[in-house]
């Protein structure tokens, strides 16, 4: 089944505690995205890559880190999470291809609260 | 003034109700606009895509865009409860992977059996 994974689903962790959210997926897609979602600002992008060891920053990307080694994964880090990061983070996958329509592909979602 | 504004909801409508969503924004540079569906506790998922101005129908789902508005709406005819989820607006300039997706915040519809 071609999907978009992330693991954890759910984490609750303290501040300054590293911690790494995985995502993968399995539709050898060029192109992999993290937004989070809060509650009254919608879904904003934190990272971004166009392909393996490419990567920039979206609209939210302090505190957080971003590697692409290889094209299926991307692990969103955050080195010294903070309660502000409390959120809830979704990977998504795409192909590079010139349609407009290229659809975005999203995981499950990971609840993370840092207390 | 945001790039995308949608209404905040929530809504709630009857079975078989015609429900109207809508987002206005503030860029004329977009041109591709698409409306994706959450359901509580997944990810969201692609529903409708239209390109410029027009229509698009797709079962009971009608997406129109009126870029001399700047406004877009998602039409759900015959609604059923189903349908109850959240509906995101987004848009982007160009085509490609690499042009940013913007989203509206997300209206919540419950759609009462």
């Known amino acids: 089944e071609a999907q978009v994974t992330q693991n954890p689903r759910y984490l609750i962790t303290v501040t300054g505690k590293k911690l790494t959210v995985t995502c993968s997926q399995n539709m050898n897609h060029e192109y992999m995205s993290w937004y989070r979602q809060d509650p009254g600002l919608g879904l904003r992008q934190i990272y971004y890559s166009m392909n393996v060891e490419v990567t920039d920053k979206g609209d939210v990307p302090e505190g957080y880190k971003v590697s692409r080694k290889e094209k299926r994964n991307f692990p969103l880090i955050l080195e010294s999470p903070s309660p502000n990061q409390t959120s809830l983070y979704f990977c998504?996958?795409?192909?590079?291809?010139?349609?407009?329509?290229?659809?975005?592909?999203f995981g499950p979602g990971t609840r993370l609260t840092v207390l | 003034q945001k790039e995308v504004e949608q209404d905040p909801g929530p809504l709630s409508v009857p079975e078989g109700a015609i429900v109207s969503l809508n987002c206005t924004y503030s860029n004329s540079a977009f041109q591709y606009f698409m409306w994706y569906r959450q359901y509580s506790r997944k990810g969201p998922e692609l529903l409708m895509y239209?390109?410029?101005?027009g229509n698009k129908e797709d079962g009971r789902f009608t997406a129109q865009v009126d870029k001399s508005s700047k406004y877009i709406s998602l039409f759900i005819r015959d609604s059923q409860p189903s349908d109850s989820a959240t509906y995101l607006c987004a848009m982007k300039r160009s085509a490609g992977a690499n042009s940013k997706l913007t989203f509206g915040k997300g209206i919540t519809l419950s759609v009462r059996p």
């Open positions: 239209t390109y410029s101005s």
């Open positions: 998504a996958s795409s192909p590079t291809g010139l349609a407009g329509d290229n659809e975005q592909f």
